[in-house]
């Protein structure tokens, strides 16, 4: 794998050469179709004309694990029918954290005093690499701590520094492609991997035990990886920002867009009892700050050990409430993330079938042993991260993917004499990182912005190379140190 991707780097710099001889020959054939162009477009095309939706993928996968149980294990069947039946319906609290904590996201970054404060700080940077380093190290951040968030924050920062920057000659796809590119450095408490195993009662409690997030998401290697990526992410999109004279700004007609007219105001006497009352700030903001207050207690006495997926949903619902200020605004917002988690409503039902039958039957047994023969102590979380990036190319989801892997990956990790937290890092690590070249998760930027996916790949590739040394780097050699 390591020989695959030094030779896709060394193809990609000649690439980047090429096109670099080929622009400063540039005369008048500015609509010449360019090698780059091409292979991102390929690329682009392939990925949308082949990777089918995600729920296909859970059906294909359901098909595949069926018939490996039936293969490889005692089960026939009709029992493994009755194993996917029996785990169909065991994750509907995991479903169900998960959906909110897509939706919390949603509602804090949708609410409008988060929109104002954005819109000032887009004001802060004045010229093209100020605004570029201060978007990339703003979203690295805010990507760290909450990646819904996040994705709220950089469809709104992103296109208003489209609008607010133009004639600095900034690249508009690279300002979507930053939006993006800035996820890796997600692997922060609001992954659902890392959030899953720190809630009590979790679905692989039995196997694994809780594992608080301060053996995950802040064990001391994660840290410093996470460093490293928000100090060199920043500048390495600085370094490929395109120049001011190949920039192309957003158009008039698409600025017009970005920035809608102001709400009209409202004349609350004139309004009836019952909606004054879903305009009142008294119950969200009363019921909020007990919310919040009550989070801060429990942080007090517990410390970082009292966040979990149940802690951190209640936390933003609580801080959601305050933002928006009203109930109207607040259920308004909901209504729009919703939009957002219908593919984990269906979805997950499906995978805790196919836990079940990889769980009931035998299978993860096998599997265990598996990773556990190809493995050692040292090369398993490495294992881990790719073996993770690929499965993630196909279904791109790491919580519903992590009820996939986790019964054999967590075991052999045991096994192996491996800290589960670092196998979770790995995990999400390796999601990720294929989600620089999987157009699944740019969609809601994409769209946002209005743009394709073969615009922003030239750059999310690199972010993909780069993501793969760092993170090589770190699973071989921060453990001798730390």
Request: hydrophobic share 55%.
């Amino acid at each position: 794998m390591s020989i695959a991707v030094l030779v896709a780097s060394e193809w990609y710099v000649h690439i980047l050469r090429k096109e670099k001889e080929r622009m400063s020959k540039k005369t008048n054939n500015n609509n010449e179709e360019t090698f780059l162009s091409r292979f991102t477009e390929g690329f682009a095309q392939w990925a949308f004309r082949w990777v089918p939706d995600a729920l296909v993928f859970a059906l294909i996968l359901t098909v595949i694990v069926f018939f490996a149980g039936w293969g490889l294990t005692a089960h026939g069947p009709g029992q493994l029918v009755g194993d996917w039946m029996k785990g169909f319906w065991i994750l509907l609290t995991f479903a169900m954290q998960m959906c909110l904590l897509m939706i919390t996201g949603f509602i804090v970054g949708d609410s409008k005093y988060i929109k104002a404060g954005l819109l000032k700080l887009v004001d802060i940077p004045k010229t093209k690499t100020q605004t570029i380093l201060f978007y990339s190290i703003f979203m690295c951040v805010v990507m760290w701590f909450h990646w819904g968030i996040g994705l709220m924050v950089a469809i709104i920062m992103g296109r208003a520094i489209a609008v607010k920057k133009r004639g600095l000659g900034i690249h508009y796809p690279f300002i979507a492609a930053i939006s993006y590119v800035t996820a890796l450095m997600s692997n922060g408490p609001s992954q659902a991997a890392q959030l899953l195993m720190a809630t009590p009662g979790n679905f692989m409690e039995k196997a694994a035990g809780v594992i608080p997030l301060s053996q995950s998401v802040f064990d001391i290697k994660l840290l410093v990886t996470n460093l490293v990526l928000l100090i060199t992410i920043p500048i390495i999109l600085m370094a490929i920002a395109p120049k001011k004279e190949h920039a192309v700004e957003v158009d008039d007609a698409t600025a017009a867009i970005f920035v809608p007219p102001p709400d009209p105001p409202v004349d609350k006497k004139s309004l009836p009892p019952a909606e004054r009352l879903d305009r009142s700030f008294v119950l969200p903001i009363l019921i909020g700050a007990a919310g919040v207050f009550g989070c801060a207690k429990l942080f007090g006495m517990k410390g970082i050990a009292a966040l979990d997926l149940n802690t951190l949903n209640f936390l933003l619902l609580m801080v959601g409430l305050i933002l928006h200020g009203n109930s109207k605004s607040f259920i308004e917002s909901v209504q729009r993330g919703t939009s957002t988690v219908y593919g984990v409503i269906i979805q997950f039902p499906l995978y805790a079938g196919i836990f079940g039958m990889i769980s009931f039957s035998g299978l993860a047994e096998i599997i265990t042993r598996f990773f556990i023969e190809i493995s050692t102590p040292t090369t398993f979380t490495w294992i881990v991260f790719i073996y993770t990036g690929i499965v993630d190319f196909f279904v791109p989801s790491a919580g519903s993917k992590f009820v996939i892997e986790a019964p054999y990956i967590l075991p052999a990790a045991k096994n192996l004499g491996v800290a589960y937290g670092d196998v979770l890092n790995a995990y999400t690590a390796g999601s990720l990182w294929v989600n620089m070249i999987q157009p699944f998760w740019a969609l809601p930027i994409l769209g946002a912005f209005r743009l394709k996916f073969k615009d922003i790949l030239p750059y999310t590739f690199i972010g993909w190379l780069w993501m793969f040394i760092v993170m090589s780097l770190s699973f071989f050699i921060l453990p001798q140190i730390f």
